[in-house]
């Protein structure tokens, strides 16, 4: 297959660290003590009769960090050992250091009580800018461009009913606090909490119905609120240094901003901004399960969501770019979050509760991390394919792609679809993204696996097939936009819109031009381009335009052959918005675009029986884990 799903390319590896078992020593000391053969032998003294130094001790600012004990197997390999990783505090955040010569940082804190003149260029340290940190001309001003008070909680109450149960970064009651002093008092949020609000406000802005954006909001325009909140986040958290942060919650705005430019930025620029969100949590340690690190189970579990979710980006945007996610091969030990509520994990909890026998509120996030951990198996696997392309080879047998398939959903209807209720509408809108999901899956299968393929010359059962899969997809993507229960998940679902298979539809819709069943595709072409919040309204896009040529190339087909049969239909709304659309850009440019003048030749014909799959599959197009 294209992308990322259930490839299996030869063995890659990210360098793990030497200790199989990480837990932090107790004491952190300098770099010339730690080494000292005196200061060794005094802490294995210390170890044997102490059997706190093999807890965490070190202090968090938030209070909320407790000792965990540990296994005593454990303990013999850390009193072996007088360098194992450990959670270092320095400048009120908290880095994961594995070399010893960074030990003393928790010592070496900046003195503020004499401060120097320092170079515009230069950072609080004594650093220079580079590209993303640059100077931050109004991160001073940033608390007068919160919303009103009334506005900020009643964003916080949609932001938990729309986007948290997508993304499920934190524990609900957790970030309560920090938007209700937002809405109270905004100057003492920090740099951090303030970056945070911001991202709250920015997400959730998007994740509503203009209706809904101007019921909360007021007459300003979605549009024009997103532009605003856009350029106030990224002030935000360029003040707050992001690249070099350890602070999980600057970590947890940057998702969150990341997530809202998801259908706003180059697929290109997500990718490198992930890439810095990866570099992030490994800095703080999210790689390692709290369990090892000695951390609460509330801290544990909330660092094991951002780095599971942080996995699912990863490797979406790896799909979006044709790239393989070195993710997947990472010998990474954190574990999965837990099935569990929010409020069923509380402060002070010795132990994450139990998992949910049947779904919970993280289940819709858990079920795509279920698919990442099956990819992570297959591809850490001893006896896995070594093909890169296996699963959409020629070579291989559809009935092994189907074994694999069918693994795949009943794995998923075990865990998750047989436990859905209906009556509920994130349980909807996961059996319904679940079903998309294996229809993908399917799909890729069926689609041709090399570029240019001719779509006629593909064997007849085959180009059925794949012409009913396409088509199923899209009526799964008409009921996701079509249900008004779980309209709030709207602006998520519309993030894994399966382009090939509306593409596919198109081409079968022009060759399909002189039979009664195109009546129904064009239907089907019809309705998602009006739902879609794209197709129709971002012209300028490269994607779009070519969607836009091969719907008024296909309808001028099916024009043609209702003149030859003496009949007229009416043309459909997408293709007279297209049309227009299309000429306004013409016009703008000033471009003369031959193939909007509908000459049917040979040259034109080609566009539809020779698809570049690969282009589709790897330019951002084949968005297949919601």
Not at 451 to 467: G, H, V, W, Y
């Amino acid at each position: 297959m294209r992308g990322e799903f259930l490839q299996s390319p030869q063995s890659a590896h990210i360098a793990r660290p030497k200790h199989s078992i990480q837990t932090p020593d107790h004491d952190l000391n300098l770099l010339e003590n730690h080494n000292s053969p005196t200061a060794v032998a005094t802490n294995a003294s210390t170890a044997k009769t102490n059997d706190q130094c093999v807890h965490s001790h070190l202090s968090h600012r938030d209070s909320k960090r407790r000792r965990v004990d540990v296994p005593h197997e454990v303990q013999d390999k850390i009193r072996k050992s007088t360098s194992a990783p450990r959670l270092v505090e320095h400048d009120e955040q908290t880095t994961y250091v594995e070399a010893p010569l960074w030990y003393s940082l928790s010592e070496a804190k900046v003195q503020d009580s004499e401060p120097t003149a320092i170079p515009q260029a230069h950072d609080r340290f004594g650093y220079c800018n580079t590209l993303i940190d640059p100077e931050c001309a109004d991160e001073g001003t940033l608390y007068l461009r919160h919303p009103t008070s009334d506005q900020i909680l009643e964003l916080w109450d949609r932001y938990l009913t729309h986007v948290h149960p997508m993304t499920k970064l934190f524990f609900d009651w957790q970030k309560k606090s920090i938007l209700q002093r937002a809405a109270s008092k905004p100057r003492s949020l920090s740099k951090a909490e303030e970056a945070f609000t911001f991202a709250v406000y920015f997400i959730t802005i998007l994740s509503l119905s203009d209706a809904e954006c101007e019921e909360v909001m007021g007459n300003t325009q979605k549009r024009v609120l997103l532009n605003d909140f856009q350029s106030i986040i990224e002030i935000a958290l360029r003040a707050t240094r992001f690249a070099a942060t350890s602070d999980l919650l600057v970590l947890q705005a940057f998702l969150l901003y990341w997530l809202a430019m998801r259908n706003r930025a180059s697929p290109g620029t997500l990718f490198s901004m992930m890439g810095i969100a990866v570099r992030i949590a490994q800095r703080i340690g999210l790689h390692r399960d709290g369990t090892f690190l000695g951390l609460s189970a509330e801290e544990a579990e909330e660092k094991r969501r951002v780095w599971w979710c942080i996995q699912h980006f990863e490797i979406m945007v790896s799909i979006m770019m044709g790239c393989i996610s070195l993710t997947l091969y990472g010998d990474w030990d954190t574990k999965m979050p837990a099935n569990i509520d929010d409020k069923d994990l509380q402060p002070g909890m010795d132990l994450v509760p139990p998992d949910h026998s049947g779904l919970s509120e993280m289940s819709a996030c858990l079920w795509v991390y279920h698919v990442v951990h099956m990819q992570r198996l297959q591809r850490q696997s001893n006896v896995a394919v070594e093909d890169l392309e296996w699963f959409t080879s020629q070579a291989t047998a559809n009935s092994d792609k189907n074994a694999l398939i069918d693994h795949v959903a009943d794995t998923l209807n075990e865990r998750f679809v047989k436990h859905c209720e209906l009556l509920k509408p994130l349980h909807i809108n996961v059996q319904i993204s679940i079903r998309c999901f294996i229809l993908a899956m399917k799909r890729i299968m069926f689609q041709p696996n090399v570029s240019n393929t001719k779509i006629s010359q593909m064997p007849q059962d085959q180009r059925e097939a794949f012409l009913k899969n396409s088509i199923e997809v899209l009526e799964y993507y008409i009921l996701s936009e079509t249900t008004e229960s779980i309209a709030q998940f709207r602006w998520n679902n519309e993030n894994y819109f399966q382009w090939p298979s509306f593409v596919h539809v198109i081409i079968e819709a022009r060759h399909r031009a002189a039979t009664p069943s195109v009546s129904h595709l064009w239907t089907v072409i019809n309705k998602v381009c009006t739902l879609h919040p794209k197709l129709c309204t971002a012209p300028e896009r490269p994607d779009i335009i070519a969607i836009g040529r091969l719907v008024i190339l296909a309808w001028h087909q099916r024009e043609k052959h209702l003149h030859y049969q003496s009949q007229t239909v009416e043309k459909p709304w997408c293709v007279a918005k297209m049309e227009d659309e299309l000429a306004k850009l013409t016009r703008r440019e000033g471009v003369i675009d031959r193939s909007l003048q509908f000459e049917m030749d040979d040259a034109l014909d080609l566009d539809f029986d020779l698809i570049d799959w690969a282009a589709w599959e790897n330019d951002g197009y084949n968005k297949i884990l919601p």
